[in-house]
């Protein structure tokens, strides 16, 4: 029998709180979303990664990741606001590849960035995280979707930075979807380098949370399980930043 949500929950914060990170399997993440808020438009949602665009900063010009980009402003009480359209920029600090530069991405397609998914997710990290830093007033928040192709003779990468920090305070990495895709492994390390768990995000919610302060998080490449087929990988990364 599975357990309740809110003792799934409370062994998510417990995990987050005391190890820096938490993997939550889709079936229990699923219920946990739709404690909060039902997933009304998942299908929609999901299909609008067959939309996403080349992300051109990649020195391979795109030729692997694909993604959309959104921005929001939460407190802990209210609904969550969208943001005017914004770039998307980290410090050389934290992205040793692409840092200092405002990257700016196409945005969320409207419809997915107000519809009943994202703001169910969204309203489930606010809860999770606000209870975790219960002093947070303001948070900036930031959407990712990402699609990380492979072929064959060519690995997809889905951290090209390596393990890594955002510069945030918590991350979500949610699998959305899944295709003839091997390998894609999360591994989360202490900042000496330490290994300290490992995962792979193999069905739909598959989830990874993580107190970025803490720990350095990363993802193995990815490679087609049938080289004659297309394959990718699909995930939502949100980031909350206190504002």
């Known amino acids: 029998m599975n357990a309740p949500p809110e003792a799934t929950e409370t062994l998510l914060h417990h995990q987050v709180r005391d190890e820096g990170f938490a993997f939550v399997q889709g079936t229990d993440m699923r219920r946990l979303f739709e404690h909060t808020a039902p997933l009304s438009d998942w299908e929609a949602f999901a299909a609008s990664w067959n939309a996403l665009e080349p992300d051109t900063y990649l020195a391979a010009t795109g030729r692997f990741r694909r993604r959309r980009h959104a921005t929001y402003a939460a407190s802990p009480h209210g609904p969550i606001e969208r943001k005017p359209h914004q770039a998307h920029y980290q410090t050389l600090a934290y992205n040793t590849l692409q840092g200092d530069i405002e990257r700016w991405f196409e945005p969320v397609l409207p419809e997915i960035a107000d519809g009943a998914s994202m703001h169910a997710i969204l309203d489930y990290c606010r809860d999770v995280f606000g209870s975790l830093s219960p002093d947070v007033t303001h948070w900036h928040v930031e959407v990712h979707q ?95 930043r206190r504002d």
């Open 146 to 240: 990402f699609r990380i192709e492979a072929s064959a003779g060519s690995s997809g990468e889905p951290t090209p930075e390596g393990s890594h920090r955002d510069g945030v305070d918590y991350v979500l990495v949610l699998l959305v979807d899944r295709e003839n895709i091997a390998s894609g492994t999360t591994t989360i390390h202490s900042p000496d380098g330490r290994e300290l768990g490992e995962f792979t995000l193999t069905k739909p919610l598959d989830a990874a949370w993580i107190h970025d302060p803490r720990v350095f998080h990363g993802v193995t490449p990815v490679t087609p399980i049938d080289p004659s087929r297309a394959s990718h990988r699909d995930v939502l990364v949100v980031t909350f």
